[in-house]
């Protein structure tokens, strides 16, 4: 039930009602196509993010067993010593990008590496053994940075998600039911003056078609 209260009845009141009435329609199809546009972005973010963390698995996995083969290999504390000789830093930065008109998070990630040449070992087996691990663990950040970017931006459009379509039922639910019972009042209201004029002018009309027949 809608609150007539506040309603003017003109004809250019009902003109605007049902322009505003068109445009809010315009407005929900254009955020309908924006929620089926941002469910398959999300579908193929999730799709990306699953890939990414097997691959992570796989990567971590890797890592491990690099770790475990070169501590069996040269000795646990040699494999400490030589990564105490090298110095791996990740500078890490978080930028913006637009996903389906949507700001998500970017990260953005610059490694930073010194080799030590001082090592206690030469370049035989033992150091590519090393670099082996150490390699395969670098690669393994770089992975967790990556299933970190899109797990964050699968959050975004999630929550970007949500909001849509509350809109979209704020619009269906209230907003466009309301100015159609705005609209439909004020027709109804100006048909019936409209017909209660024209019956005043034939009353009218009447009455003085009948006193001029007695004069």
């Given at each position: 039930?809608?609150?007539?209260?506040?309603?003017t009845?003109?004809?250019?009141?009902?003109?605007?009602?049902?322009?505003?009435?068109?445009?809010?329609?315009?407005?929900?199809e254009l955020?309908?196509?924006?929620?089926?546009?941002?469910?398959?972005?999300?579908?193929?973010?999730?799709?990306k993010?699953?890939?990414?963390a097997?691959?992570?698995?796989?990567?971590?996995?890797k890592?491990?067993?690099?770790?475990?083969?070169?501590?069996?290999?040269?000795?646990?504390?040699?494999?400490?010593?030589?990564?105490?000789?090298?110095?791996?830093?990740?500078?890490?930065?978080?930028?913006?990008?637009?996903?389906?008109?949507?700001?998500?998070?970017?990260?953005?990630?610059?490694q930073?590496?010194?080799?030590q040449?001082?090592?206690?070992?030469?370049f035989?087996s033992?150091?590519?053994m090393?670099e082996?691990?150490?390699d395969?663990?670098?690669?393994?950040?770089d992975?967790?940075?990556q299933?970190?970017?899109?797990?964050?931006?699968?959050?975004a459009?999630?929550?970007?998600?949500?909001?849509?379509?509350?809109?979209?039922?704020?619009?269906?639910?209230?907003?466009?039911p309301?100015?159609?019972?705005?609209?439909?009042?004020?027709?109804?209201?100006?048909?019936?003056?409209e017909?209660?004029?024209?019956?005043?002018?034939?009353?009218?009309?009447?009455?003085?078609?009948?006193?001029n027949?007695?004069?």
């Amino acid at each position: 039930m809608i609150d007539v209260s506040n309603i003017t009845v003109t004809r250019s009141q009902l003109l605007a009602t049902k322009e505003q009435l068109v445009l809010t329609r315009q407005g929900y199809e254009l955020l309908d196509k924006k929620r089926i546009a941002l469910m398959l972005k999300i579908i193929e973010l999730e799709e990306k993010v699953l890939e990414k963390a097997k691959q992570l698995q796989a990567s971590t996995n890797k890592a491990q067993m690099a770790l475990a083969r070169a501590e069996a290999f040269v000795g646990e504390g040699r494999v400490k010593a030589a990564s105490l000789g090298t110095k791996d830093e990740y500078s890490i930065e978080l930028d913006e990008e637009l996903v389906m008109g949507v700001r998500v998070p970017k990260i953005q990630s610059n490694q930073s590496r010194e080799k030590q040449f001082n090592s206690p070992y030469v370049f035989n087996s033992t150091s590519t053994m090393l670099e082996e691990a150490g390699d395969a663990f670098r690669k393994n950040v770089d992975g967790i940075l990556q299933l970190a970017e899109s797990e964050v931006q699968l959050a975004a459009l999630l929550k970007e998600i949500a909001r849509t379509t509350r809109r979209l039922k704020a619009l269906e639910l209230i907003v466009i039911p309301r100015l159609k019972g705005e609209y439909s009042y004020i027709r109804d209201e100006l048909d019936e003056r409209e017909r209660a004029d024209h019956f005043r002018l034939k009353l009218a009309k009447e009455i003085i078609e009948q006193k001029n027949k007695g004069d």
